[in-house]
C-alpha cells in the first residue's frame, strides 16, 4: 500500500484547524509568513470532493472517517466524540460528528452547512464539501457541488434504505442529475454500509444495486466506463477507504480503495492563462474586506488589480490565503480566501464575481440558454411566463422565461421546425431568461462553471440547462 502523506502538527490544534472549519462561516487565524513562490508551487494537484447522496446514507461518517485515517483527526477527539454520541444515544453517529460541527446537526443527525475539511494523499490535496442529502437543503448542496471537480455519490446498501434513496421522491437521483449539470464530471459511486447484518458484504446485493443505478447514470448523462467507479466499503468500519479491503471480510472484491480511486481519477484542470474568474460565495470582514470562493479560470497575484463585478468595484488583492497558508499567487481550482482594499463588505453580495480588469466576465439581466426540462410540478406547463428560481455558480436569483425560441429534437439534437408555444418533462427547449437584478455569468462554451445553471421551483429541480448566447 502506498504510505500517505500526512501533515500532521499540534493534533489538538490540527482538529481546530481542519475539521472544525465547519463551512465558509469560520473566520481563520492568521499566517502572515508569505512562502516562497518556489515552494509555494507544490507540484501536488488540488481536487474539491463533493459527498452528495441520500439523506443517512453516511456521507458525514465517510467523511470523518476518512479525515480520521488520514490523521487529521486524533485519537482523543474521536473518544470525546463517541462518548457525546453514546449520551445522545446515537452510537453509531460518532464519526460524523467530525464533519457535523454545530449543534443543530448534531442534534437532528442532519448536514445543513456544507462542511470543508482537507486530506491529502501522495498526490493529491483534497478540500471534502460534505454536502447536505436533505432534500430541504438542496440549495446548500449546489453550491458545494458547484465548487466540486469529483463527487462521492454515499449509497446505503442496508435493506430497504438504497430503495428509499434511489425512489422517485429520494435526494439519490435528483443529487445526481444536480452533480452532473453542476459541472462534476466524474464520479465515485461508494456503496456504503456493506458491513451491516441485511447485507454482510454479499456480492448479491452490491451487483444489483450496481445494476440498477448503471441506467439512471447513463441517463443522467454520465459515460459510466470513463467517468464512474462503483466501489464497496463500509465508512462506520473504515473497511476499504485507505487500504485495501481484507479478503477475509469480503472475499470477491479486488478492486482499489477509496483512497486510490480518488488519487487515480484525471480532472482536467482550468487554464491559468485565461481572464481570472472567481465567483465569491462568501464574504466578511477581518482587518479589511475578505472574499471567499473557487478560482474557475485565470490566475491571481498579491497586488493585482481586479473589478467586483457586476458593479465594476476596483479593488486591490491585498493577501491570499489557501487553507491556512498566505501565498503569492493561486491558479484555477484553488479555493481562497482574499483580502480586498477599495470596496466595503456591505457592497458585494453572493455571486459577484472577481474578474480580470482588461477581460471582465459579462454582467447580464437576460440570457439566451438551453434547457432540458427534468420534472416540472404536477400540472405545470413550461411556456413564456414561467417563474422559477435561477442556480448558476453562486448565484441564487428570481427568474422569468420570458420567449421559447425552439425546440431540440433530443435525439438528432437539431433544432425542430414547428413553432414552439409550450413543452413537458423531458423536453430540450432554447429559450429567453430573465432575471431581475443584474448577474454575472458566461457563455457555456467559453466558461463552462459559469455557464450552467439549474432552474428550482417550490423546492424542487425542474430543468437544467447551459447559457449559449448573452
Known sequence: MRDFNLTVSDPKEEVQAQAVEAGPKAKDKEIPSVQDEEVEQTEKRHLNVVFIGHVDAGKSTTGGQILFLSGQVDDRTIQKYEKEAK???????????????????????????????????????????????????????????????IGVLVISARKGE??????????????????????????????????????NWSKERYDEIE?????????????????????????????????????????????????????????????????????????????????????????????????????????????????ENRVKRAGPGENLRVRLS?????????????????????????FVAQLAILELLDNAIFTAGYKAVLHIHSVVEECEIVELLQQIDPKTKKPMKKKVLFVKNGAVVLCRVQVSNMICVEKFSDFPQLGRFTLRTEGKTIAVGKVTAL
Not at 434511489?166 to 461508494?190: I, W
Not at 477599495?342 to 437576460?366: K, M, R, W, Y
Open 342 to 366: 477599495g470596496v466595503e463588505e456591505e457592497d458585494i453580495l453572493t455571486g459577484f464575481v472577481l474578474s480580470s480588469v482588461a477581460n471582465p466576465i459579462s454582467a447580464v439581466t437576460e
Open 162 to 199: 438504497f430503495e428509499t434513496g434511489y425512489e422517485r421522491g429520494g435526494q439519490t437521483r435528483e443529487h445526481v442529475q444536480l452533480a452532473k449539470t453542476l459541472g462534476v464530471t466524474k464520479l465515485l459511486v461508494v456503496v456504503n454500509k456493506m458491513d451491516d447484518p441485511t447485507v
Open 87 to 149: 449520551d445522545k444515544s446515537r452510537e453509531s453517529w460518532y464519526m460524523a460528528y467530525i464533519m457535523d460541527t454545530n449543534e443543530e446537526e448534531r442534534v437532528k443527525g442532519k448536514t445543513v452547512e456544507v462542511g470543508r475539511a482537507h486530506f491529502e494523499t501522495e498526490t493529491t490535496r483534497f478540500t471534502i464539501l460534505d454536502a447536505p442529502g436533505h432534500k430541504s437543503y438542496v440549495p446548500n448542496m449546489i453550491s458545494g457541488a458547484s465548487q466540486a471537480d
Open 211 to 323: 445494476s440498477k443505478m448503471i441506467p439512471f447514470l447513463k441517463q443522467s448523462g454520465y459515460n459510466v466506463k470513463k467517468d464512474v467507479l462503483f466501489l464497496p466499503i463500509s465508512g462506520l468500519m473504515g473497511s476499504n477507504l485507505k487500504t485495501r479491503m481484507d479478503r477475509s471480510i469480503c472475499s470477491w472484491w479486488d478492486g482499489p480503495c477509496l483512497f486510490e480511486a480518488l488519487d487515480s481519477i484525471e480532472v482536467p484542470m482550468g487554464d491559468p492563462k485565461r481572464p481570472f474568474r472567481m465567483p465569491i460565495i462568501d464574504k466578511f470582514k477581518d482587518m479589511g474586506t475578505v472574499v471567499m470562493g473557487k478560482v474557475e479560470s485565470g490566475t491571481i497575484r498579491e497586488g493585482d488589480s481586479l473589478f467586483i463585478m457586476p458593479n465594476k468595484d476596483q479593488v486591490k488583492v491585498v493577501a491570499i490565503y489557501i487553507d
